[in-house]
């Protein structure tokens, strides 16, 4: 894609939602750190229902580790890979408590060191709670960033490296809430809305719909 397209891009996803964000609901880093782990191969919406009965009762780490692994799948049972999950938020939260005061840190290498927490997850944190450019790439992404042409890549690192490269730095803060909502809403996986995408006269995709699918 063209620099200029790039640019009209994002200039457009900017002019529908100036102050993009998580769909994911947290009050603090620590429970949006717990919302991004539990949002693996899960959806937003089905995290906030889990997290709105677990962060009542339990919004910090030493909080969650009185709960225990077992107390704490009761309240996520109903998200996918829970027993994993569980192990590791119990985990994470034992490392925060005895390496950061149980706070999070700011840091790629000190969040990745955290168990089930990868670099899709740090991104996230480091971008939504630290204000740094970085662009998490999820499923969402990576099949808006193929389609469009916008940074075509065969794995998600490929796809967030060029991501970095052809983004303008004054989107950047803003480009990985503005392409998951586009790719979560318009740029679906099966019957892609084009007819009322923003940037359709953009995207290089060949085989867009000449319909709006219902």
């Known amino acids: 894609m063209k620099r200029l397209d790039v640019i009209e891009l994002f200039r457009r996803l900017r002019e529908l939602d100036p102050e ?4 994911l609901e947290y ?34 780490p030493q909080k969650i580790l009185r709960l225990g692994e077992r107390g704490l799948k009761k309240y996520i049972a109903t998200i996918g890979l829970y027993n994993a999950k569980a192990k590791n938020i119990i985990a994470m939260c034992r490392m925060l408590i005895e390496r950061h005061h149980g706070e999070v840190p700011r840091t790629r290498e000190e969040l990745e060191a955290l168990p089930g927490v990868g670099r899709k997850t740090a991104n996230v944190i480091l971008n939504t ?15 808006v960033c193929n ?21 303008p730095d004054e989107f950047k803060l803003g480009a990985h ?38």
């Open 129 to 143: 709670v630290f204000g740094e450019p970085t662009i998490a790439v999820d499923t969402h992404i990576f099949r």
């Open 147 to 167: 389609r469009t042409g916008l940074a075509p890549g065969r794995t998600v690192r490929e796809v967030e490296d060029k991501l970095l490269r052809v983004v």
């Open 20 to 23: 993009p964000t998580t769909e």
């Open 177 to 214: 809430h503005w392409l998951i909502l586009h790719g979560r809403y318009v740029c679906v996986a099966r019957n892609p809305k084009c007819p009322q995408c923003p940037i359709r006269d953009l995207c290089a995709y060949t085989h867009k719909t000449k319909a709006t699918q219902k």
């Open 27 to 60: 009050r603090t880093p620590f429970e949006l750190l717990v919302s991004v782990i539990l949002s693996a191969q899960a959806t937003d919406a089905g995290v906030n229902k889990a997290t709105a009965r677990l962060f009542p009762v339990a919004d910090t």
